[in-house]
């Protein structure tokens, strides 16, 4: 371990580092006001930039709980988050829960229109199957389970993350501010996890 005291704004020093880090890890008081506007913008500004994982800490004490928390969609984009996040699993010789939230679009609730929640429900849980599969063969001591609430993914993680000693999100790096490139799930789960939260970028 090595040690540098460095001056400058707090997101650009650690950006700075991003060259070279593997993952870089943040605290996080979560105090309200002005003062935890300012930590909150260095945490969203540093996740939406870096380009290797970037780790939030808050700093209330919690009991330590095993489970890894990972949220997939239906997109390529979440593998490398679900891939950090089955190494996370295997290092800490802990559970892997892998959550798919769904919402009906806004149509669905036309009394014209029907559907099957039964078979929506099913082809959720064949989705988590097939992005589960990628990596489950190269981590054969990883126990997974899998969920797919019908729920806001805010809403879904955020409540697993109870559970969790590590809740994984994937951040798909679009857009053209910090705040942007995270996406609305990505600083969701930042303000309001209960455990700490990895950010993982998608490779451009």
């Given at each position: 371990m090595?040690?540098?005291d460095v001056e400058g704004l707090p997101a650009a020093v650690l950006l700075d580092q991003d060259k070279e880090a593997t993952e870089i890890v943040l605290g996080c008081r979560g105090?309200?006001?002005?003062?935890g506007a300012l930590l909150g913008s260095v945490s969203t500004n540093v996740a939406g930039h870096a380009r290797c994982p970037v780790v939030v800490v808050r700093g209330e004490h919690r009991r330590v709980r095993g489970e890894v928390v990972v949220g997939v969609d239906d997109s390529p984009e979440c593998e490398p988050a679900l891939a950090y996040a089955f190494e996370q699993a295997r290092l800490r010789g802990a559970a892997?829960?892998?959550v798919h939230a769904w919402?009906?679009?806004v149509h669905a609730f036309a009394p014209e229109i029907s559907y099957d929640l039964d078979e929506i429900r099913e082809a959720q849980h064949r989705l988590i199957g097939d992005r589960v599969r990628v990596f489950a063969s190269d981590y054969p001591q990883v126990s997974v389970v899998q969920e797919a609430p019908s729920a806001h993914p805010v809403d879904a993680l955020t409540t697993a993350s109870g559970q969790a000693g590590l809740l994984v999100v994937g951040s798909h790096g679009r857009g053209g501010l910090g705040s942007a490139l995270l996406g609305s799930v990505s600083r969701g789960v930042l303000h309001h996890a209960r455990c700490p939260v990895a950010v993982v970028r998608t490779e451009n």
């Amino acid at each position: 371990m090595t040690t540098k005291d460095v001056e400058g704004l707090p997101a650009a020093v650690l950006l700075d580092q991003d060259k070279e880090a593997t993952e870089i890890v943040l605290g996080c008081r979560g105090r309200g006001g002005f003062a935890g506007a300012l930590l909150g913008s260095v945490s969203t500004n540093v996740a939406g930039h870096a380009r290797c994982p970037v780790v939030v800490v808050r700093g209330e004490h919690r009991r330590v709980r095993g489970e890894v928390v990972v949220g997939v969609d239906d997109s390529p984009e979440c593998e490398p988050a679900l891939a950090y996040a089955f190494e996370q699993a295997r290092l800490r010789g802990a559970a892997l829960r892998v959550v798919h939230a769904w919402q009906l679009p806004v149509h669905a609730f036309a009394p014209e229109i029907s559907y099957d929640l039964d078979e929506i429900r099913e082809a959720q849980h064949r989705l988590i199957g097939d992005r589960v599969r990628v990596f489950a063969s190269d981590y054969p001591q990883v126990s997974v389970v899998q969920e797919a609430p019908s729920a806001h993914p805010v809403d879904a993680l955020t409540t697993a993350s109870g559970q969790a000693g590590l809740l994984v999100v994937g951040s798909h790096g679009r857009g053209g501010l910090g705040s942007a490139l995270l996406g609305s799930v990505s600083r969701g789960v930042l303000h309001h996890a209960r455990c700490p939260v990895a950010v993982v970028r998608t490779e451009n």
